[in-house]
């Protein structure tokens, strides 16, 4: 039993750490194609997120493991896949749940990072990409990624979700996480200066807090950042263009 727990931790941890280097290759190609010079001399951080990142992906498998393993054998979770099981109109509701549960979880994690001790400590593993890039999605410090890591696992088990759903949930999890780091908006502006825009969290609002550090710390949506008055809107105009043509 415990060599097929092992084993379902050794393979989520290789999916995850796919799953990165697929959207994190990706987008590291396509920053190169629209803003070349953008990474400039970060050869040597860029190697250090990808470190910290592997690291991660081995620590978001153990949690990710041992709940597919029960969910496998043992029936754990309120994962479905009869489409029927539940009402049509429960899929978008979920993965909006998923979102917000993991927004919710993210805000107050990260800012209780913020703290000297703890940033100190962790935190400061994800804050020494300056700028960060497509690699950094997932460079943090163990403590840091023990903290994302139980999230999903947890949520499995309390929030229906149907295996699709939950596939979207991950896919818009990798992609923001990517896409948030990378130095440049993939949004269009429209959609970012929209009233929409001022509830979601792109890649303009998260350079913001890699900039000042101490604002802008939800995950995909601005509800906490707002409520809390935490919110310092996005980064200068300029933030996404290369220093060679600016
Ligand atoms: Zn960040
Ligand atoms: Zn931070």
């Known amino acids: 039993m415990l060599i097929a727990i092992a084993l379902s931790a050794v393979l989520m941890s290789a999916i995850i750490a796919a799953r990165y280097f697929l959207a994190g290759g990706f987008f590291a190609w396509a920053t190169r194609r ?20 592997m690291a991660s992906a081995i620590i978001y498998g153990v949690p ?12 754990w979770t309120q994962i ?8 049509l109109w429960y899929l ?3 993965v909006f749940l998923y ?48 903290t994302g890591a139980i999230v999903i696992p947890v949520l499995v088990l309390l929030v229906p979700i149907h295996i699709g759903a939950l596939a979207t949930v991950l896919a818009i999890m990798t992609v923001m996480g990517v896409t948030n780091h990378m130095g440049w908006e993939v949004f269009p502006r429209r959609l970012v200066h929209s ?20 604002c802008n710390y939800g995950l995909y949506f601005r509800f ?11 980064a200068d105009p300029t933030w996404d263009q290369p220093a060679s043509q600016s």
Not at 39 to 52: A, H
Not at 64 to 75: E, F, K, L, M, R
Not at 195 to 214: E, F, M, N, V
Request: charge should be positive; charged fraction near 15%; include cysteine.
């Open 80 to 87: 479905y896949s009869d489409i029927g099981a539940f009402p």
């Open 34 to 53: 629209t803003r070349p010079g953008l990474y400039r001399g970060l050869q040597p951080q860029i190697v250090r997120e990808i470190g910290w990142s």
């Open 92 to 94: 978008p509701l979920s």
């Open 64 to 75: 990710a493991g041992i709940i597919a393993w029960g969910w496998q054998n043992h029936g």
């Open 224 to 234: 906490w950042d707002h409520l809390c008055k935490t919110d310092k809107g996005l």
């Open 99 to 146: 979102l917000f549960a993991h927004d919710t979880w993210f805000y107050w994690t990260h800012r209780l990072m913020h703290r000297p001790k703890w940033f100190k400590m962790a935190h400061a593993v994800h804050h020494a990409s300056r700028p960060p890039t497509a690699w950094a999605a997932m460079s943090f410090h163990p403590i840091e990624a023990l």
């Open 195 to 214: 009233p929409a825009g001022k509830w979601l969290i792109t890649a303009s609002h998260h350079q913001r807090h890699h900039d000042a550090y101490r």
